[in-house]
């Protein structure tokens, strides 16, 4: 029978129940279900009488409107999420999910997730617990800190520290830490949200302990030090240790809060990142508070974790924004396996991928730089090696970047913009970076298995 095209008329238009009936559609049934498939036939089917009733008729046979109704249910069902193989160079990169899980970690949240837990249940007593409890021991240990507590993230860390903390009374802070972390997160909006007063001091270039000891009145809540982690300030600069502060809010009986942001609880320093202060470290040098998330260095889950002493910890959890702000089970699952393997160290520079990604060194960088160059050159596409710099991301170590060596390819065909548009819609999705007009690929942070994909991946968006 020919396609009825234009000619096509309301009455040729099948019906439902015979399109569900009819031999073609039983796959679908069988995948999507009936009841879905009515739906999507019916959708279908009203698509053709508005395109019959505009005159531009459309083809109204049962296969064709099935085979219609295939690429409604598939685009229905394809996942919004692919995966993707991250090139750039920018280990934490918030555009792409920030830190990978260790899959170890994903695994075992995701064996227990899938079942009920012990969420908040002490089971030798059979009583209501604590759901902190899976989690604020094992943050102590890996951190130092005398108590823990965990909320959705860092930004709802330090909005309900503030608000405890210093409601209705003063915040002393740096012109220096007045940030922007993106979005709309900006500290004078926070405070303003949180209740709080901000007494601003110093200037941006500079700011001294004196500073925060002349703003201190009856009225001061905290001394609040924000880590300036996506910029830096060079040059004629002078900013007052936490140290400095703890020793001001120590004699001044004013609590000193630290806003870490990245959040690293090893020291990064053997690998070349020197701005980046340790949690265990700020906890030693006397910060009443530090709050830092979960899915920047620390290389977990998202969510905010708040290290300190016991009283305000303790404050926190009673405020009734906690509540708002709290950790559902699968956060707190990956926490707590991500959080045993920093028990020792070796094994979470190893098994942590932030921190496995960060420790490879300029040579194991070079050495998948050739690689890929040799396979790529197999494969007829001109490529070559580059000696470059890899980025922490995820704001934080301005400034702090990491040797590496990358692949440099010319051209894969059109505009480096159309070929990394190509890459980008591919399966998997790959993120290079565009450079002096050449597609630039990093390799520290192609993840360990992920060489031959990445190759593969190239190849097929040659043109
Ligand atoms: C990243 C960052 C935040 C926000 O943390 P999220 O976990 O993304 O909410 C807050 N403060 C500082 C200093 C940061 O670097």
Do not use: W
């Amino acid at each position: 029978m020919a396609p009825k095209t234009a000619t096509s008329s309301l009455r040729d238009l099948p019906k439902v129940d015979a399109l569900v009936g009819h031999p073609d559609a039983a796959g679908l049934v069988a995948a999507y279900g009936r009841a879905l498939v009515t739906t999507e036939i019916r959708a279908e089917i009203e698509l053709l009488r508005h395109r019959i009733r505009e005159g531009n008729g459309g083809d109204v046979r049962a296969e064709a409107v099935i085979a219609a109704t295939r690429s409604r249910l598939e685009r229905l069902h394809t996942p919004n999420q692919c995966r993707v193989i991250n090139a750039t160079g920018v280990i934490l990169h918030t555009s792409l999910g920030r830190a990978p899980l260790a899959p170890s970690v994903m695994a075992a949240a995701a064996r227990q997730s899938a079942q009920y837990s012990l969420l908040e249940l002490d089971r030798e007593s059979g009583k209501r617990s604590d759901r902190d409890k899976l989690v604020a021991d094992l943050v102590c240990r890996v951190t130092g800190a005398e108590a823990a507590t965990v909320v959705n993230n860092n930004a709802a860390a330090t909005m309900i520290i503030l608000n405890t903390m210093a409601e209705g009374r003063e915040v002393v802070c740096s012109r220096a830490h007045m940030v922007e972390i993106g979005g709309s997160y900006r500290m004078p909006d926070v405070m303003r949200k949180a209740a709080c007063h901000l007494v601003e001091i110093g200037t941006t270039n500079k700011t001294r302990a004196a500073d925060y000891e002349q703003a201190i009145t009856d009225r001061t809540a905290m001394l609040l030090k924000v880590h300036t982690s996506n910029y830096a300030i060079v040059g004629f600069t002078e900013m007052a240790s936490l140290e400095e502060l703890v020793e001001v809010g120590r004699r001044r009986k004013v609590p000193v809060v630290y806003d870490l942001g990245a959040g690293s609880l090893v020291d990064l320093k053997p690998f070349g990142i020197t701005r980046e202060p340790s949690v265990p470290e700020l906890i030693r040098q006397g910060a009443d508070l530090v709050c830092f998330s979960g899915d920047k260095l620390f290389g977990g889950p998202q969510a905010g974790i708040i290290v300190g002493r016991k009283d305000l910890v303790a404050a926190v959890k009673k405020n009734a924004l906690f509540r708002m702000m709290r950790c559902d089970k699968v956060t707190l699952s990956l926490l707590e396996h991500t959080l045993r393997l920093y028990l020792d160290p070796a094994r979470a520079l190893e098994e942590v991928p932030t921190l496995n990604l960060i420790s490879r060194s300029a040579a194991e960088c070079a050495r998948a730089a050739r690689a890929i160059c040799a396979r790529l050159k197999k494969r007829g596409i001109a490529a070559e090696t580059r000696e470059s710099r890899s980025q922490i991301g995820g704001g934080s170590t301005p400034g702090d970047d990491l040797p590496t060596t990358v692949v440099v390819i010319k051209s894969l065909g059109g505009t480096p913009d159309a070929a990394a548009r190509r890459l980008r819609m591919g399966t998997p999705s790959v993120f290079c970076r565009i450079e002096e007009d050449s597609l630039v690929f990093d390799p520290r942070t192609v993840l360990q298995g992920q060489i031959m994909e990445l190759v593969s991946a190239i190849t097929a968006q040659r043109k």
